[in-house]
């Protein structure tokens, strides 16, 4: 019986893995971070352009159908994202690439909404910590009267739903 973690725990395991370093040199870049369920309790974690043709790829020469779970519209982060989810979430399958995490014995339903809120958990710190370091790096550039950095609003991630 696998013991569901609560959202405190949560939050903690989240905040220790992010960075202040985000990825920022893609934040134009329109692509979509998902999770798709598997076989035998395997979860797949990625990011794509189009979640709906990856997700059927792995359908060829596979002996489970793989669904399409959640998809989240976001710009930049994407990569820094979805390592980071994956860290959070589960126990990376040893058999299959590090994409697939195996979470035994619990309703997809249950993992689909665990992924949203690590996922917003995660953007929201990262955007936390962008802010603090522009923040500092202004004050230092302001000593010596230089332009400061303006937060680029594409550095945010929009979450849809």
Known sequence: ??????????????????????????????????????????YKIGFSINPE????SFNTGSYHDNILLEKIDVSGLV??????????MGIVYKKRKREWVKIPAIDSKIVKAQFRFIVKNLV???RKNVRVKVKMENKVLEKYNIKPKVIN?????????
């Open 1 to 42: 019986m696998t013991k569901l973690i609560n959202s405190n725990e949560l939050l903690n395991i989240i905040k220790a893995q992010v960075t202040t370093d985000a990825n920022l040199k893609n934040q134009d870049r329109k692509a979509y971070i998902y999770l798709a369920k598997g076989g035998y309790s395997t």
């Open 53 to 56: 043709q990856r997700v059927r």
């Open 79 to 88: 990569e820094h994202l979805e390592d980071k989810t994956i860290n959070v």
């Open 124 to 126: 929201n710190q990262i």
């Open 153 to 161: 609003a594409q550095t945010t991630v929009a979450l849809s739903k």
